[in-house]
């Protein structure tokens, strides 16, 4: 949608075509009995500028609500006791060494291999050396417990990802650039913290999740928006998936559809998930066919749960909870819906998303209802102190949704890049690529849109 939006800005005429009858994607908002629950993305990254732009040129800016300032930090569970993340510790790079040396997260050697990061040699070889997995990077530089305390939880949030095959280069190029520029975490992100644009960006603690804004009547309103403003700009939008794709007869595409129907263009974005875009482009250059093939998914499984507000102990003063896997639980994450964003349960009650299921735990997404719930109630009740049966349940199955920018993701795109360049009117877009957050995914199509 975001390609289309471009391109019919550029004056092109734009059919989309979108097999399932609803446009958004992943992204959709459930609203019943006074509860309102997303089914997958819950906010969008502010400090980036192209969600909030979006929100803007649909006029929806006076619908943006942030995460409330109060819970503006993540809790960390070890031995089944939840503390906040150090203040100041943004994902992976520290920023205040008493929070780092107080924290009951880490044993004492582990704190004190934290605040020593700052003496960690930079990685050797040009541009630090070969593509490294985030593991290998955390664990050099900050060591093994934190990592695995604190750094793979924390990213489990984002990315539900294998730690181990995750590439730092694609996914979090942002730290290693820290440690190129600057030397350390410390030195990078006390550099980033005086440059003011973390202050700015109200970043000046906890974990992510600060930065991180919805729309008050849930997420989907930005697609169904941007689904409408389209429709009106003459955009056609048709019921039916692309298949397969051609060179036309007088140069240009055709686009065989789902329907039986061909489709001639100057231009084709394809903005589908990469599995998908394999098959499309497969009869016209199988090496990118193979390309595409070869980005895995991850998948998982939401649990969001509705309960009475005195049926839950903990106060729920926080954005929500990770869990490191040596906690030897089956949850990810507990997001604390109703405690960052208003409006999404009713009176007196509490709404809870946990996740469940991710790249080292493939087979969880696939439990069925009664088996996920009972996994997430026993969680519930031990680490929240939850009472009783919720009041409201829903629960959502991602299979195969994530994209994994695993170890030479990079090099890929760039094998990608050059047959495109053999392809001219083709262009791709979407998470599987360069980001997948939502900002980065609508920045794909723009960027998709401005190649044809
Ligand atoms: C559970 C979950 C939670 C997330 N949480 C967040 C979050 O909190 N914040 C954030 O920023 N990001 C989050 N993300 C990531 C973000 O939501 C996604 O990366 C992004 O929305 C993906 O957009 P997309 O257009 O690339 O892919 P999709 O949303 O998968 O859309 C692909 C589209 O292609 C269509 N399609 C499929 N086959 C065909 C075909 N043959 N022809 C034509 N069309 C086809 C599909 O119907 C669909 O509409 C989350 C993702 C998931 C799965």
Redesign the pocket.
């Known amino acids: 949608m975001s390609a289309a939006e471009s391109l019919r800005d550029g004056g092109w005429l734009v059919t989309l075509?979108?097999?399932?009858g609803r446009?958004?994607?992943?992204?959709e908002t459930v609203s019943r009995d006074g509860w309102l629950v997303e089914r997958?993305?819950?906010?969008?990254?502010a400090a980036r500028p192209e969600a909030v732009e979006l929100v803007e040129r649909l006029g929806l800016s006076g619908h943006l609500v942030g995460i409330r300032p109060e819970v503006r930090r993540a809790l960390v569970c070890r031995g089944g006791r939840l503390h906040p993340v150090p203040a100041g510790f943004r994902l992976m790079a520290p920023g205040r060494t008493w929070s780092v040396l107080s924290t009951p997260l880490l044993s004492l050697r582990g704190r004190l291999r934290v605040v020593l990061e700052r003496f960690v040699p930079r990685r050797r070889g040009e541009n630090g050396g070969d593509d490294e997995s985030l593991r290998d990077f955390a664990v050099r530089r900050l060591g093994r417990e934190a990592f695995s305390r604190l750094v793979h939880p924390l990213v489990s949030g984002i990315w539900t990802a294998d730690p181990g095959r995750l590439s730092m280069a694609a996914a979090c190029e942002e730290f290693l650039v820290m440690e190129r520029r600057y030397g350390s975490l410390w030195a990078g992100e006390a550099a980033r913290l005086s440059s003011g644009k973390a202050a700015a960006n109200g970043l000046a603690s906890g974990a992510r999740y600060g930065q991180f804004v919805t729309l008050a009547e849930g997420m989907e309103t930005l697609p169904a928006r941007l689904a409408e403003r389209l429709i009106d700009r003459g955009v056609a939008i048709r019921r039916v998936?692309?298949?397969r794709l051609s060179r036309g007869d007088g140069g240009g595409w055709s686009v065989g559809t789902?329907d039986g129907g061909v489709i001639a263009a100057d231009g084709v974005v394809v903005?589908?998930?990469a599995a998908?875009a394999s098959r499309?482009v497969a009869a016209i250059d199988p090496p990118l066919a193979d390309e595409l093939a070869g980005i895995e998914y991850a998948g998982?499984a939401?649990v969001s749960l509705g309960f009475a507000r005195e049926d839950v102990a903990h106060p729920l003063d926080a954005a929500g909870v990770v869990v490191p896997r040596a906690e030897g639980r089956r949850i990810l994450a507990v997001s604390f819906s109703s405690s960052k964003f208003p409006g999404r349960a009713p009176e007196g009650m509490v709404l809870m998303r946990s996740f469940v299921g991710g790249a080292l735990d493939p087979s969880a997404a696939r439990l069925d209802d009664r088996e996920l719930e009972s996994i997430v109630m026993d969680d519930l009740r031990s680490l929240l102190g939850v009472r009783g049966s919720p009041r409201f349940m829903q629960i959502d199955r991602?299979a195969g949704?994530?994209p994994q920018y695993h170890l030479g993701h990079l090099d890929r795109l760039s094998r990608i890049d050059a047959r495109l360049r053999g392809l001219p009117g083709l262009a791709l877009a979407?998470?599987?690529y360069r980001g997948?957050?939502?900002?980065q995914?609508i920045l794909s199509g723009r960027t998709a849109a401005a190649l044809l």
């Open positions: 075509l979108e097999p399932s446009c958004g994607g992943v992204i997958s993305a819950d906010s969008f990254l998936g692309a298949e789902s903005a589908a998930p998908v499309f998982s939401i991602w949704a994530m979407g998470a599987a997948v957050g939502i900002p995914v």
